[in-house]
């Protein structure tokens, strides 16, 4: 057992953290630090500038533009990444929908999808949740009825992040409305520019606008976006799940924010004193703390494990609950932080106040937080996690 | 011992019920906070009209001379209806320090004007540096001429942009946080030297920073003992606290509510959610948080006229549970309701913010534990 890196480890560090200073613009780092929500053209430039660097996709098979690395060098980029408030990539097409297509995909399919996924020139959505369909997502309705060489879909999908940018979607619809519920299920990749899809936005209760509803009415769907076999679309959306489990505790980005607590934490004043030396509130930074390093070696457990070829199984579940909860207390620790100036106003899409109306570091602390609450239902909610955990670690 | 409202309580209370039942629904108040002033005029005429202004000041003032309990019960209607008109700035804070420490002739020119729906309020007492310290003041008041100049900022004032007048303390003499020095300064919202800064809250309120740049003052305009304020300032914002716990508690109860139904109805799995037993106890915490807050809620009420250090103690005591189960119930409505809790278009994040915000207002749980730790060890 050792915990140190290597020195090719380290010079591998040194190398990502000059990469990311020489190429991440400030604007982009600062509009990260304050929690805006970000635009296409944000999440697009930073895709393209590690895409042309070929630090894009190190969980893609080296053939189709993945890199080789160890699970410590992910660990290593992604710390980096979150330290520099470089903006995290948008996963439906990289981490989501490409493993299924290169894992489960026609040769068409790779050759059309993965390279536009890979340049930016392609964005995703995911269409899971319907109104009707969020925990139990098995039970949903959405409709794929064959009409010659297309499906006709009908239905409605909820809470889609980034549809009103994404350039396709891809979609879990029921093609057998008589076998049992996740047998039925069919994975559908769709066009957004398709006639027939309406997407229409969700204002959150933080005012900013990252998710929306899609509308599918009488979408025409060529039978060639099939993914696999028509009903085997659960094992599909299984697999997917399983996909990439360890960026769910995020860590990385907890660290940051732990930090930065702490920087505001000293700042800060009560009674004359830095609040950070508050025997109450430092204990609450330490307990927090405490967790979130015994959340990264829990984490970077199950990196050793995958390098060694042995998936996470159900036991992550755990690293998105704590992960989610970690994230959560970290925020509310902020926003108790920075005191009566947790109160101004912010709003996103109009420069918020400018300039802040207190510290500047108090900017976007409470809409981060109050986005933040969605981390503990999207994905799977915490309830649900834990079922998954004392079903199938526990056998309970 | 008896937790009975009166008649007339009850007239009052099914009163302001009806009102926001009827006329302050999720869809007005949306509109309401995003309109210039914040809050709508004809309600403050209403407010007046119902003798909501006067409720709780004194007779001789034009006031109905209610008690405490009568503050509580329209202030738990208006957390129902998560109610945006400054009433709390104007009449528990600065119509309180008027009665509290005004003279006969400041008691004269304000009271009857707040209670007639003439005159709004709002008072400054938190600078970037004080955090929750009421005594940590920089903002400086020197003699100059007879009168006053003042120098400084104050944090966060609630209902500032709306106020025809605004109470700042500052510092007449002693250190920055001693209570030796702490006065009080009655300002008109326009005077020369007084810059805002306004802008809207988290929770849809208004509010300002203000800047003080030499601005004169005479001595009429000093409210209280010139340099012995800080007494009044902590008896009037203990009285602020109980309304806030009472607002609080109507907002938690709607969360409760609205909650309690989402598990009856929304179903997965076949099966209402409320039939899962996570969800079941996680609703039991939820109610249990509120039932103690209601608790506090009365008895901070019911001390507020007690000792001083009687007082106090409820009041640190109430606000540590409000703000703690504000916290709690509002983060666990949104959850139980899942991606529907993350919209704006439902009420509850909105309910969730303001908990958030009550927690904040004049301490939050930290301070008022560790207030409570220093008045009964």
């Not at chain 1, 200073?21 to 944000?42: F, I, M």
């Not at chain 2, 009080?184 to 740049?213: E, K, N, Q, S």
């Not at chain 2, 305009?221 to 340099?227: I, M, P, R, T, W």
């Not at chain 2, 606000?319 to 439902?346: C, N, P, R, W, Y």
Request: proline residues 4%.
């Amino acid at each position: 057992m050792d915990l140190a890196f290597t020195p090719e480890e380290l010079a591998f560090r040194e190398e990502v953290r000059a990469f990311i200073a020489a190429n991440l613009p400030s604007e982009l780092s600062e509009k990260v630090r304050t929690g805006h929500h970000l635009e296409k053209e944000d999440l697009r430039s930073w895709h393209q500038t590690l895409a042309a660097k070929g630090w894009l996709a190190p969980n893609w098979p080296v053939e189709h533009g993945g890199i080789d690395w160890s699970p410590t060098q992910k660990y290593i980029f992604d710390e980096e990444c979150a330290k520099a408030g470089a903006p995290p990539l948008s996963p439906f097409g990289l981490s989501m929908v490409a493993p299924v297509i290169f894992t489960f995909g026609s040769d068409e399919q790779k050759a059309y999808h993965l390279p536009k996924i890979y340049s930016g020139e392609h964005f995703w959505c995911q269409g899971y949740s319907e109104p009707g369909s969020g925990s139990d997502l098995a039970s949903l309705r959405t409709k794929a009825e064959r009409d010659g060489d297309d499906y006709i879909v009908n239905g409605h999908k909820v809470w889609t992040t980034h549809a009103h940018f994404a350039d396709w979607i891809f979609c879990l619809v029921r093609t057998d409305p008589d076998a049992k519920q996740q047998e039925g299920i069919s994975f559908l990749l769709i066009d957004m520019k398709s006639p027939g899809i309406t997407v229409r936005p969700i204002i959150t209760i933080d005012e900013g606008h990252s998710i929306n509803e899609v509308f599918l009415d009488n979408v025409r769907v060529p039978r060639s976006n099939l993914i696999g076999e028509e009903n085997k679309g659960w094992t599909y959306a299984k697999f997917l799940l399983g996909h990439e489990r360890t960026g769910i505790a995020n860590v990385a980005d907890s660290k940051v924010r732990i930090e930065k607590l702490k920087e505001i934490a000293r700042a800060e004043l009560t009674d004359g004193s830095p609040l950070i030396t508050d025997s109450a509130f430092s204990r609450k930074i330490a307990d927090t703390e405490v967790d979130l390093t015994a959340l990264e070696m829990t984490n970077l457990r199950t990196l050793a494990d995958e390098s060694e070829g042995r998936a996470p199984g159900p036991e992550a579940s755990m690293l998105k609950i704590r992960g989610a909860e970690l994230t959560q207390r970290i925020d509310e620790l902020l926003v108790e932080a920075v005191g009566y100036y947790a109160n101004p106003y912010e709003l996103p899409e109009h420069g918020r106040n400018e300039p802040a109306v207190g510290p500047d570091y108090a900017d976007g602390i409470l809409a981060h937080h109050l986005y933040m609450r969605a981390t503990t239902i999207y994905g799977g909610s915490n309830e649900i996690q834990k079922n998954i955990i004392a079903k199938m670690v526990l056998g309970l | 011992m008896d937790f009975s409202f009166s008649t007339e309580q009850t007239l009052l209370k099914d009163s302001v019920v009806r009102f926001v039942q009827d006329e302050y629904d999720f869809d007005a108040r949306r509109k309401l906070v995003t309109s210039d002033d914040g809050f709508s005029r004809d309600n403050w005429a209403k407010f007046a009209e119902l003798g909501w202004l006067s409720m709780p000041l004194p007779e001789d003032y034009g006031g109905l001379g209610g008690s405490p309990v009568e503050t509580m019960i329209l202030m738990e209607a208006f957390g129902a209806g998560l109610v945006a008109e400054p009433y709390m700035p104007t009449v528990i804070l600065g119509a309180g320090l008027v009665e509290a420490a005004g003279s006969e002739a400041q008691k004269q020119e304000i009271l009857p004007a707040v209670a007639g729906g003439e005159m709004m309020l709002a008072f400054g007492f938190a600078e970037p540096q004080s955090r929750f310290n009421l005594a940590d003041i920089t903002t400086t008041a020197e003699a100059s001429n007879g009168g006053y100049v003042l120098n400084g900022k104050k944090s966060v004032v609630f209902g500032a942009p709306s106020a025809d007048k605004i109470i700042v303390s500052a510092r007449a003499g002693g250190g920055q946080r001693d209570a030796d020095g702490v006065s009080l300064f009655m300002l008109d919202a326009d005077a020369a030297g007084l810059a805002r800064r306004d802008y809207r809250t988290v929770d849809g309120l208004r509010a300002a920073d203000l800047t003080l740049d030499g601005v004169k003052a005479g001595p009429e305009a000093v409210l209280g003992d010139l340099g012995g304020a800080l007494g009044v300032i902590e008896n009037v914002t203990d009285r602020a606290i109980a309304a806030l716990c009472a607002e609080a508690v109507g907002a938690m109860q709607v969360l409760h509510d609205t909650t309690n139904e989402y598990l009856k109805t929304r179903k997965q799995f076949g099966v209402p959610i409320g039939k899962f037993q996570v969800l079941q106890h996680r609703m039991v915490d939820m109610f249990i948080e509120l039932e103690q807050s209601r608790s506090m809620t009365y008895m901070v009420t019911l001390k507020l006229d007690e000792g001083e250090a009687e007082r106090k103690k409820a009041a640190s005591g109430a606000k540590a549970q409000i703000g703690k189960a504000g916290k709690f119930v509002g983060a666990q409505s949104v959850q139980l309701h899942g991606g529907m809790g993350m919209t704006d278009e439902l009420k509850v994040g909105h309910f969730y913010k303001r908990l958030m915000m009550i927690d904040t207002m004049f301490g939050n749980t930290d301070h008022h534990l560790k207030r409570f730790a220093a008045l009964t060890q």
